[in-house]
């Protein structure tokens, strides 16, 4: 919504809703299997988890605010805030493929959690000359609130919908920062430092423990508060070595109506495309918290490392990118970057999955990623009559290794050698749009201890899309087949077990833009 012509609002809602059973629960088949196994291997679209639910509830919204002063300065301001409800219901008794057994089938896990969250992220950014040159500076700052309430239940049926209470936890997390960065151009070079001032408080207090209150002597409920200040900087350097091609425009024609000029005046270059070929490089620091869900364990057969400490990461990256044509950009390049006291799971010998610090990490690897407009191209680099043809392809190689900790010398998890994401969109106006996506992915670890149980074989899977707008792009249909070519495959896997993907299944819906 306009307020005046320098200025506006844009308000963003978010609801969103979800029901569904827990599907999965495999294992894949070995020379000694535990007992009531369940192996992938024989038919991956059942399910180990009978009675098992799961809800999500997502309330959110966006207020944003934007003022443009002059073309030069800007300023942007978001405020945030909503309510997120986490409800499952899981039989007990059951491990990592195997079905629920024992005495313990006979009941359940109810788990309710629920978070309110608000928050502000003011930025402003501002072009000055410098040198006879342009330079822009940015920055701002970021405040967030967060208050959480976890709620355990032990029901007395596989498929109670509520229970005795177990556990009842409340945390709070106020995270707040400062940011800035300055991008200084000197012609074709340009030379970005950056930084952030990270300001971030969590706490977690027990207000209910059913085993601590009933232990001899009773035990003390817990209580924990983590305080951190991170400074965090960056820079980035860029170099253009081919500069874009003009943009030109034709010239007004002096009194308007009347007769075409004989000689009419030469079209002006109005603005500079982006850049043929440019180098670039940049090198930046990264920190990684510790989670409410890695603080307390989620689930039945999770456990949570008592001296979990957060993850401190280095990235280097660096390559080159540009558009040499009309109708093709490029972007090819390497990154470097340590992690240490990545946070990871580790599957257990006796099924339980354990959240801990699983080492420091290196991940070494090389990116190139294309676009090609094919009737672009046909049409000699001006925009089709007919709509966009877009090849498009990205390849990542990847070496990734723990280098310290209990799992030195093995792979982090879900750290493939190779994944290839390629495919063709077809795009007519506003009005049309197909679109057949493939990604390939090598072999992986769905944990970080390599283990047999966490293996996950490569796999090959595309999807096809369409989408038709109509009623001046107000409205719209849409449909969809999810693996296409019914790949029996599955990419993840959790405390439970294996998640198999779903067989080539099938979506449709419609669309409204207000």
Do not use: C
Request: hydrophobic fraction near 35%; aromatic fraction near 14%.
């Amino acid at each position: 919504m306009d307020v005046t012509r320098d200025s506006r609002f844009i308000l963003t809602i978010d609801l969103y809703d979800e029901e569904h059973g827990e599907p999965g629960g495999f294992r894949r088949r070995e020379a000694v299997n535990p007992p009531n196994s369940v192996f992938v291997e024989d038919d991956p679209t059942l399910t180990t988890r009978f009675f098992d639910r799961f809800q999500l509830q997502r309330y959110y919204g966006t207020l944003e605010y934007q003022k443009f002063f002059s073309e030069r300065t800007e300023l942007d301001i978001k405020a945030f805030g909503g309510y997120l409800s986490r409800w499952s219901k899981r039989q007990r008794g059951g491990g990592f493929g195997t079905l629920p057994s024992g005495p313990d089938a006979n009941t359940n896990s109810i788990q309710l959690r629920e978070d309110w969250t608000e928050g502000v992220d003011a930025r402003m950014r501002h072009d000055y000359n410098l040198f006879n040159d342009v330079s822009t500076i940015a920055g701002g700052i970021y405040f967030y609130h967060a208050l959480q309430d976890r709620r355990d239940e032990r029901g007395q049926t596989p498929d109670a919908e509520s229970g005795m209470l177990r556990n009842f936890n409340t945390g709070e997390t106020w995270d707040g920062a400062i940011f800035a960065e300055n991008r200084f151009h000197f012609g074709r070079l340009s030379i970005v430092p950056g930084m952030r001032l990270e300001f971030l408080n969590q706490s977690v207090d027990e207000e209910f423990n059913f085993a601590k209150s009933h232990a001899e002597p009773p035990e003390p409920l817990a209580s924990h508060s983590d305080f951190n200040f991170v400074p965090l900087f960056g820079l980035g350097l860029g170099y253009v070595v081919v500069e874009g091609q003009p943009i030109l425009s034709a010239p007004p024609v002096a009194g308007g109506k009347g007769a075409e000029a004989k000689n009419p005046p030469a079209p002006v270059v109005t603005a500079v495309g982006p850049p043929r070929v440019e180098l670039y490089g940049t090198v930046s620091q990264a920190y990684r918290p510790i989670t409410y869900g890695e603080l307390v364990p989620t689930g039945a057969s999770s456990v949570v490392n008592g001296d979990l400490k957060e993850g401190e990461a280095l990235q280097f990256e660096y390559g080159v990118r540009g558009k040499p044509f009309p109708f093709l950009n490029f972007d090819v390049g390497g990154f470097y970057f340590t992690f240490d006291d990545q946070v990871g799971e580790v599957i257990l010998l006796n099924g339980f999955t354990s959240t801990s610090n699983v080492g420091d990490a290196r991940y070494i690897g090389f990116e190139a990623a294309t676009e090609l407009d094919v009737l672009s191209m046909i049409n000699g680099g001006t925009p089709s009559p007919y709509g966009n043809l877009t090849l498009y392809g990205n390849v990542t190689l990847l070496n990734a290794e723990f280098t310290s900790g209990p799992n030195d010398g093995k792979t982090p998890a879900y750290a493939p050698d190779y994944q290839v994401k390629t495919g063709a969109i077809y795009r007519y106006k506003d009005v049309f749009k197909l679109a057949l996506l493939g990604t390939i992915v090598d072999d992986e670890f769905g944990d970080d201890g390599d283990s047999f149980e966490g293996f996950i074989p490569a796999y090959n899977v595309w999807d096809l899309t369409a989408e038709v707008k109509f009623w001046n792009g107000r409205a719209g249909v849409f449909a969809g087949i999810r693996n296409l070519f019914d790949e029996n495959y599955w990419g993840e896997v959790r405390e439970e077990g294996i998640m198999p993907a779903l067989p080539r299944n099938y979506y449709g819906g419609f669309e409204f833009f207000f």
